[in-house]
């Protein structure tokens, strides 16, 4: 008896260390992989209706990817390619022309900076030294932005990489996937009928999940691009698109496209249509993210819209953009078993454990 918990304690810490392993393996590449999962967890009903159709699980499975690739892959390519150069383009000439020079100018004779002057001229300090300090960090901008304008380029090219390595594995996950998620569920060590309620639980939580951070990424993405036209930011359509795209990040979001279209309208047109932007992006990103969009994921997963607020919001902070879907699963997952517990657990005498 001795021998086999010491096999088994060495089995089980041999299985922990392989499993750390494996995810240092994998975790260069699980953002593009649980992509990959959601989507295939998205288009499984429509592999299953076209494999009727073609009676080839496999040729399903390819002919799906291919027009995943065309309707999103390559458009998102295209956009964030076309957003490349139009940034490259807009912020070399910005900067060569002297746009943060102008800026700094700007803010130099500014109506604040006058009265600021005479206040400083009070307190008997030179006027001199403050100009020269903003002239040199007016210098310093200028520089930063100038060297890393290569970083758009780079970027660009990881982000293909990674459609790539998603795309690649959305096909097995979506062609494979039952047999995966079969292998998941006989590993549960749960009766069927608790098996059947966890598992519809967390299928429901990442339906609601993708179908919110969706639609309010492409709510963000419309309204902002109602902003960019209004106060007359060029290319605004361009503009409104990449915020949509921009707005399924964790950290940053849409405010990664509007305000540096905030930073455009202070220097070319003062700071009248530039508050009134500012404003909007304020008002946008702060109703959808933090109200719409955990009252969109909670309908049809029946969780709070508090719990999934905290589940969105602890997730990002632990787990990063895989914490978007993670965090309301774990509390989606918990609050299933807390069913479990009640109903096949909690109810039953001390001595039906032993």
Not at 26 to 48: E, G, K, N
Not at 127 to 135: K, L
Request: hydrophobic share 55%.
């Amino acid at each position: 008896m001795d021998r086999e918990r010491i096999a088994l304690i060495f089995f089980f810490g041999f299985l922990a260390l392989m499993g750390y392993e494996l995810y240092l393996l994998l975790s260069p590449f699980l953002v593009p992989l649980a992509w990959a999962m959601l989507l295939a967890f998205i288009a499984h009903p429509a592999l299953l209706q076209l494999d009727r159709l073609i009676r080839s699980r496999t040729a399903a499975a390819l002919l799906i990817t291919a027009i995943l690739a065309l309707l999103i892959a390559v458009p998102t390519a295209w956009l964030s390619s076309k957003l490349a150069v139009e940034a490259t383009v807009s912020l070399g000439q910005f900067v060569h022309q002297g746009g943060i020079a102008q800026a700094g100018s700007r803010a130099l004779h500014s109506d604040m900076i006058t009265s600021m002057e005479v206040w400083l001229e009070q307190q008997g300090l030179r006027i001199e030294d403050v100009r020269h300090w903003m002239g040199r960090a007016s210098t310093y901008l200028t520089g930063y932005f100038t060297a890393n304008l290569a970083t758009l380029a780079r970027n660009l090219v990881t982000f293909v990489i990674g459609v790539v390595i998603m795309l690649f594995s959305f096909f097995y996950l979506l062609r494979d996937g039952e047999d995966y998620f079969e292998f998941v569920r006989a590993l549960t060590p749960l009766n069927d009928e608790d098996k059947t309620m966890v598992f519809e639980t967390l299928s429901s939580i990442l339906s609601s999940t993708m179908r919110g951070v969706l639609l309010t990424a492409l709510l963000e993405g419309i309204l902002l691009c109602l902003g960019y036209l209004v106060t007359g930011v060029p290319n605004a359509l361009l503009l409104g698109a990449a915020s949509g795209a921009a707005g399924l990040l964790p950290i940053g979001g849409t405010a990664f496209v509007w305000v540096p279209a905030v930073i455009y309208l202070w220097v070319t047109s003062g700071w009248g249509w530039a508050v009134v932007l500012l404003v909007w992006g304020v008002i946008v990103v702060g109703v959808i993210d933090n109200l719409l969009k955990p009252i969109t994921i909670g309908q049809g997963s029946g969780i709070p819209a508090v719990a999934l607020f905290f589940g969105i919001t602890g997730g990002l902070e632990v787990y990063g953009v895989l914490g978007l879907f993670a965090g309301p699963a774990v509390i989606a997952v918990f609050a299933a078993l807390i069913r479990v517990y009640r109903r096949s657990y909690a109810a039953r005498p001390p001595s039906s454990f032993m």
